[in-house]
């Protein structure tokens, strides 16, 4: 399934995930920049935040208590659209998946 990542700056990146990996796994694989995932995807860190675009937003999994909480601590300025890139599993379904990234990650 192909990601695309838009960077605070406006340049976008799009990179090709596979299925079953995270979103953060994916942008990681890639190099890319604006994705730290400090904490290798446990949700434990929040540096691996995303806004994810309006049209996705429902399309994808309701997040769990620990996401919701550490969302919170993010550096950037938590929206209706945060997202831990590392708690959104890559599926067939999410093919053409939207996530703009925060102007920092710490
Ligand atoms: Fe640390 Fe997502 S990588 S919370």
């Known amino acids: 399934p192909a990601i695309t990542f838009i960077h605070s700056g406006g340049n976008t990146d799009h990179i090709e995930a596979s299925d079953g990996e995270s979103a953060m796994q994916a942008a990681t694989r890639h190099g890319l920049d604006g994705i730290l995932a400090e904490c290798g995807g446990n949700a434990m860190c929040a540096t691996c935040h995303v806004y994810v675009d309006d049209g996705w937003l429902a ?5 769990a208590d620990d996401e919701d909480a550490l969302l919170d601590g993010a550096a ?21 998946l939207v996530l703009r990234l925060p102007e920092r990650q710490v």
């Open 59 to 63: 399309r994808l999994p309701a997040m």
């Open 76 to 96: 950037a300025e938590r929206t209706a659209n945060s997202r831990l890139s590392c708690q959104i599993k890559i599926t067939p379904e999410l093919d053409g």
